[in-house]
């Protein structure tokens, strides 16, 4: 059973300060993406990485998977408020579903 | 263009009664996927369709839940007879690949 570890589950910040999530898998995955979830609404989709190595950039989010495609992480630089939510992490290996984590609820107090 | 859209956004219902939980992807789609988020829980696989077809149903429940994508109409997740443990928020999502997955904004069921 393949399964992604995502840590920490909770991070509370201040606005402006930068923050890394990671998400971790003892699995090797052909994709990954990242979700953005608010309370209330679907995850809404913030990028997929496919190759081992691959480092993608969304504004302030880097996003960045595994050399061997197990592991991924996502950096916020100078955190923002309307970047809290809960962020998922979401595995894809081969078939035509998707692993997620639990998720890291994140918190950015002005 | 509307998005990936499910109805209703919540549903209440009483132990032993069905429910039917509705996603109509979003235009030019053919692939549904339904998934199950629990409180302090990440989303779990429930079944894959195409128009007409079950494709992969691995992460259904054996008893009481039933999924379907007709030709025409809505895609349907039915629970019959639900128990306090069906509570939950239900996503639809739906796409053409795997990488490119739209979810609705999902029903949140409560089972009293």
């Known amino acids: 059973t393949q399964l992604l570890e995502q840590s920490p589950q909770f991070l509370s910040i201040q606005e402006g300060e930068n923050l890394t999530v990671y998400c971790n898998s003892s699995s090797v995955f052909s994709s990954l993406q990242w979700y953005r979830q608010e309370p209330g609404e679907g995850p809404v989709l913030l990028v997929t990485?496919?190759?081992?190595?691959e480092v993608k950039k969304l504004k302030r989010l880097t996003f960045q998977f595994g050399d061997a495609r197990k592991d991924s992480s996502l950096h916020i630089t100078a955190a923002q408020p309307g970047d809290t939510g809960l962020y998922l992490c979401?595995?894809?290996?081969?078939?035509?579903?998707?692993?997620f984590g639990k998720g890291t609820k994140l918190t950015v107090n002005p | 263009n509307a998005g990936v859209m499910q109805n209703p956004r919540h549903l209440v219902r009483r132990r032993g009664q069905e429910a039917r939980l509705r996603c109509s992807p979003m235009?030019?789609?053919?692939?549904v996927y339904w998934y199950r988020q629990l409180p302090e829980e990440g989303l779990k696989f429930m079944v894959y369709?195409?128009?007409?077809?079950?494709?992969?149903e691995s992460g259904m429940p054996k008893e009481r839940f039933s999924a379907e994508f007709p030709k025409e109409g809505p895609s349907i997740l039915r629970i019959q007879q639900v128990v306090r443990g069906d509570s939950a928020a239900y996503f639809c999502?739906?796409?053409?690949?795997?990488?490119?997955?739209?979810f609705g904004s999902g029903t949140r069921l409560t089972v009293v």
């Open positions: 979401a595995g894809a290996g081969g078939s035509e579903k998707l692993v």
């Open positions: 990485v496919v190759t081992g190595g």
């Open positions: 999502a739906s796409g053409q690949e795997l990488k490119r997955y739209t």
């Open positions: 235009k030019g789609h053919s692939h």
């Open positions: 369709l195409q128009k007409e077809n079950i494709i992969d």
